[in-house]
């Protein structure tokens, strides 16, 4: 252990004779080092350090290698950049015309993969260590924590398939509990799988999962419920992320001189700029394209007569075209005095905003986060992009945004979950909330009035 610390020093700084000398045997130093009992939080640099992962390899597809081989590396990556985002946009609205169930799976499948790009990177790092049981625990803890939400989900959105069969009944109502059992024999597992010098590590790694569970598998759950709001608070959002990915990049390229932050050299305020005011447009446009289609507004549900998802609804005022008198400023430019808006497009500024001025710290956070292990890209599953990790380290804060932003400006008390719970209760509690509701109405007038009317 002394001997690997040693060349460890050597490799990174010049030693002294006297410094060599400091380890030979019974030295004050070896000394010390016996007496402390051998690792401690001052050890070398060979157990603290990280060691670097090494970059992805180029695995841009042949063809475009060849058809790009007569142009400068960064127009060659303008273009391949370009061309992926095209294919990219192009199976984000093959999925949308799919339907929500398959835009869930594939919420599903990027959270498998982000987790994986994350952990892989860990175990890059210290695979050196042998760490025993690490990724089998990680995956492990994927799984508890996607039953704990995905569990919650279903009872919340299909209780009254729940309710007909009888081992999801059971499984809904100790849901909880066997979520947590499960997570308890994990970190039992873990607990069990420590080994002498190794302890610092291990406890790293576990928290270096449940890091990546909360940014990852939190997030995606939030988009998921998102989605159960209406296909446009899933859709918009990621759209005005996406948009604003590519004008910054825009506006940077060609305009881009004033360097944006260190973490990311290339960004420049040009690019954030021109991004922004690209975004709130895009973002207002685009609502008013969606807003007018039920496909898109209405909230997701499950019927129990097909056994499938319905968008199918009366749309609320929310999206229903209303007269707004623009400010005198705009009057004067555009010579209007009111202009029919829906009231979604005035939201779809706040979340366009979010996403041109916030959700880049989400880029900025995964770009410290590479340069801390010195690394171009998280993965090199898409050619000029990285992996995905890359193109939805942005999404996710603005998953968690809008999911917080319906919460205090949009949603209101939920009747069909309010039913739900009534229907799950025993039929003496069931009575006497009817007999509460029946005095309240009456107290109020309001039973009367609807008994004289029938």
Same mark, same amino acid.
């Given at each position: 252990?002394?001997?690997?610390?040693?060349?460890?020093?050597?490799?990174?700084?010049?030693?002294?004779?006297?410094?060599?000398?400091?380890?030979?045997?019974?030295?004050?130093?070896?000394?010390?080092?016996?007496?402390?009992?051998?690792?401690?939080?001052?050890?070398?640099?060979a157990d603290t350090g990280v060691p670097e992962v090494p970059p992805p390899a180029d695995d841009t597809p042949e063809v475009l290698n060849k058809a790009?081989?007569?142009?400068?590396?960064r127009w060659k990556n303008w273009w391949v950049r370009g061309i992926l985002t095209l294919a990219m946009i192009a199976f984000f609205f093959l999925i949308?015309?799919?339907?929500?169930?398959?835009?869930?799976?594939?919420?599903?499948?990027?959270?498998?993969?982000?987790?994986?790009?994350?952990?892989?990177?860990?175990?890059?790092?210290?695979?050196?260590?042998?760490?025993?049981?690490?990724?089998?625990?990680?995956?492990?803890?994927?799984?508890?924590?996607?039953?704990?939400?995905?569990?919650?989900?279903?009872?919340? @959105?299909? &209780?009254?398939?729940?309710?007909?069969?009888? +081992? %999801?009944?059971? =499984? *809904?109502?100790?849901?909880?509990?066997?979520? #947590?059992?499960?997570?308890?024999?994990?970190?039992?597992?873990?607990?069990?799988?420590?080994?002498?010098?190794?302890?610092?590590?291990?406890?790293?790694?576990?928290?270096?999962?449940?890091?990546?569970?909360?940014?990852?598998?939190?997030?995606?759950?939030?988009?998921?419920?998102?989605?159960?709001?209406?296909?446009?608070?899933?859709?918009?959002?990621?759209?005005?992320?996406?948009?604003?990915?590519?004008?910054? @990049?825009? &506006?940077?390229?060609?305009?881009?001189?004033? +360097? %944006?932050?260190? =973490? *990311?050299?290339?960004?420049?305020?040009?690019? #954030?700029?021109?991004?922004?005011?690209?975004?709130?447009?895009?973002?207002?446009?685009?609502?008013?394209?969606?807003?007018?289609?039920?496909?898109?507004?209405?909230?997701?549900?499950?019927?129990?007569?097909?056994?499938?998802?319905?968008?199918?609804?009366?749309?609320?005022?929310?999206?229903?075209?209303?007269?707004?008198?623009?400010?005198?400023?705009?009057?004067?430019?555009?010579?209007?005095?009111?202009?029919?808006?829906?009231?979604?497009?005035?939201?779809?500024?706040?979340?366009?905003?979010?996403? *041109?001025?916030?959700?880049?710290?989400?880029? #900025?956070?995964?770009?410290?986060?590479?340069?801390?292990?010195?690394?171009?890209?998280?993965?090199?599953?898409?050619?000029?992009?990285?992996?995905?990790?890359?193109?939805?380290?942005?999404?996710?804060?603005?998953?968690?945004?809008?999911?917080?932003?319906?919460?205090?400006?949009?949603?209101?008390?939920?009747?069909?979950?309010?039913?739900?719970?009534?229907?799950?209760?025993?039929?003496?509690?069931?009575l006497h909330i009817y007999n509460s509701l029946k005095a309240h109405l009456t107290e109020r007038g309001l039973l009367a009035a609807l008994e004289e009317?029938?």
């Amino acid at each position: 252990y002394m001997f690997s610390c040693l060349l460890t020093q050597i490799a990174n700084q010049p030693i002294t004779r006297l410094q060599l000398n400091a380890f030979r045997p019974g030295s004050e130093a070896e000394d010390k080092i016996e007496k402390d009992g051998g690792a401690s939080d001052s050890e070398c640099k060979a157990d603290t350090g990280v060691p670097e992962v090494p970059p992805p390899a180029d695995d841009t597809p042949e063809v475009l290698n060849k058809a790009l081989s007569g142009l400068s590396s960064r127009w060659k990556n303008w273009w391949v950049r370009g061309i992926l985002t095209l294919a990219m946009i192009a199976f984000f609205f093959l999925i949308i015309y799919l339907g929500p169930m398959v835009l869930m799976m594939i919420v599903l499948c990027v959270q498998i993969k982000c987790f994986h790009e994350i952990i892989t990177i860990g175990y890059s790092v210290y695979h050196s260590y042998h760490l025993p049981w690490f990724r089998t625990l990680s995956w492990y803890f994927l799984l508890c924590v996607n039953y704990f939400f995905y569990g919650e989900t279903v009872t919340d @959105y299909f &209780f009254t398939l729940v309710q007909r069969e009888e +081992p %999801l009944r059971i =499984l *809904s109502k100790y849901h909880r509990f066997i979520s #947590f059992a499960l997570y308890l024999s994990g970190f039992c597992m873990f607990v069990l799988s420590l080994v002498k010098k190794h302890y610092r590590l291990q406890f790293y790694m576990f928290g270096w999962t449940h890091v990546t569970l909360l940014i990852v598998v939190t997030q995606s759950h939030l988009i998921i419920h998102n989605l159960f709001e209406g296909m446009i608070w899933f859709i918009v959002p990621i759209s005005c992320v996406i948009c604003n990915d590519i004008m910054a @990049y825009m &506006f940077g390229f060609f305009f881009g001189r004033t +360097p %944006l932050i260190k =973490l *990311s050299p290339k960004k420049t305020w040009e690019g #954030f700029i021109g991004g922004f005011f690209s975004t709130v447009v895009f973002g207002i446009l685009f609502s008013y394209l969606m807003a007018g289609y039920r496909y898109f507004v209405c909230p997701v549900e499950f019927s129990n007569d097909s056994n499938s998802f319905t968008v199918d609804c009366e749309p609320s005022e929310l999206f229903q075209l209303q007269d707004y008198t623009l400010p005198s400023v705009l009057e004067s430019i555009t010579g209007w005095t009111t202009v029919k808006l829906y009231p979604f497009q005035i939201h779809s500024i706040a979340l366009s905003a979010f996403a *041109s001025i916030v959700g880049p710290f989400g880029g #900025f956070f995964a770009s410290g986060f590479k340069r801390a292990f010195k690394i171009k890209d998280f993965a090199n599953t898409i050619p000029g992009h990285g992996g995905i990790m890359d193109r939805f380290d942005c999404q996710y804060l603005m998953a968690t945004f809008v999911n917080v932003y319906i919460a205090s400006f949009i949603r209101g008390p939920n009747p069909t979950k309010v039913i739900q719970q009534l229907l799950a209760l025993r039929p003496d509690q069931q009575l006497h909330i009817y007999n509460s509701l029946k005095a309240h109405l009456t107290e109020r007038g309001l039973l009367a009035a609807l008994e004289e009317a029938a």
